[in-house]
């Protein structure tokens, strides 16, 4: 199966919402109750913040949230921090592929 | 502390071998599927291969089918790749990560470099 489709970039301001897509197909995404995010900063492993399309683990803040619409889910970071500034990743139990990432800049 | 120790990573020639480590604390590692994931410089995060908790299921990704064998050792709380052909396309940090259920990747490891040149 093939990679979600999500944007190489995104930004935005401190204090700023932004959200990023993660679009997959009516056999992945669009049927999962699984979807997971990922946030890697440079040189560091990767770390879960969204699974099963909303919930978060603990230990990560409430600015991070996660939605499913038909095919395309999507992570929305609220109250931007400079400590946000990371590369996001989606994936869905079904489709088996990380999304291709998407770097997100604070501006 | 419940960790992930990735270990074996290095430069090897192409056509070369590698084995990776990786070793668990902390939790029950032989209730878990564990996976290798690997980030290519200037790429994204890639699944590479897995174990379930028995052994009895596993998986490579099409592009190392035939190259890499991942096996474990539970009593040894290990997960292992076995990389035989290096390609030059195979350099990566190779992480290591516990599935909790559904593709929850909760706990990963530090990772380990494997580079192929000569």
């Known amino acids: 199966q093939s990679a979600p489709t999500q944007p190489p970039s995104a930004s935005g301001s401190p204090g700023q919402s932004v959200t990023i897509s993660c679009t997959g197909t009516?056999?992945?995404?669009?049927?999962?109750?699984?979807v997971s995010w990922y946030q890697q900063h440079p040189g560091e492993a990767p770390k879960l913040i969204i699974y099963?399309?909303?919930k978060r683990p603990s230990g990560v803040p409430d600015r991070f949230s996660g939605s499913k619409s038909g095919n395309t889910a999507s992570l929305t970071v609220s109250g931007l921090q400079a400590e946000d500034e990371a590369d996001y990743y989606c994936k869905s139990h079904e489709g088996g592929n990380f999304g291709g990432g998407t770097k997100l800049t604070v501006l | 502390e419940v960790q992930l120790v990735e270990s074996g990573g290095g430069l090897v020639q192409p056509g070369g071998s590698l084995r990776l480590s990786c070793v668990g604390s902390g939790f029950d590692f032989s209730g878990f599927w564990i996976n290798w994931v690997r980030r290519a410089p200037g790429q994204g995060l890639e699944g590479v291969a897995g174990m379930s908790p028995d052994g009895s299921e596993k998986y490579c990704v099409g592009s190392v089918e035939g190259r890499f064998t991942v096996s474990r050792d539970n009593t040894k709380r290990s997960l292992y790749l076995q990389m035989n052909g290096l390609r030059a396309e195979d350099t990566a940090v190779y992480y290591c990560?516990?599935?909790?259920?559904?593709?929850?990747?909760?706990?990963w490891g530090q990772g380990t470099l494997v580079t192929v040149s000569s």
């Open positions: 990560t516990r599935d909790s259920g559904y593709s929850k990747f909760d706990l």
């Open positions: 009516s056999s992945d995404v669009g049927v999962s109750n699984y």
């Open positions: 099963e399309v909303n």
